[in-house]
């Protein structure tokens, strides 16, 4: 965005151009013995509304989506490592 600085008289004279120049993008500040007393800026354009169910049937939640995560993912959240099992041991008979 350009800035532009100019005293009151100029801007009385020049009125009908500078609002010209705000309206393509400019923003122009009026100063009163080299004291700035206003700013001409843009008009930001109105916003739509939204409308509402646009998307409708267009997406899909799992039903699960917020089930508790796996212990080696929510681990990685938390910047730990993951715990690792401890193998299962065999069931049978023992040595002696």
């Known amino acids: 965005m350009i800035v532009m600085e100019i005293n009151i008289h100029e801007a009385k004279t020049n009125f009908s151009k500078l609002l ?3 309206a393509a993008g400019e923003e122009i500040t009026i ?21 509402l169910g646009i998307d ?3 997406i899909y ?16 959240f938390y910047g730990e490592e993951p ?3 401890e193998p299962k ?5 023992k040595k002696r």
Do not use: H, N, S, Y
Not at 31 to 51: Q, Y
Not at 89 to 93: C, E, H, I, S
């Open 20 to 22: 010209q120049r705000v």
């Open 61 to 76: 939640i799992a039903d699960d989506f917020d089930a508790p995560l796996p212990d080696d993912i929510l681990a990685a």
């Open 83 to 85: 715990k690792q099992e």
């Open 89 to 93: 041991q065999k069931r049978g008979k």
């Open 56 to 58: 409708r049937g267009k």
């Open 31 to 51: 100063a009163k013995a080299g004291v700035p007393v206003a700013r001409l800026v843009p008009i930001e354009p109105a916003r739509t509304k939204r409308k």
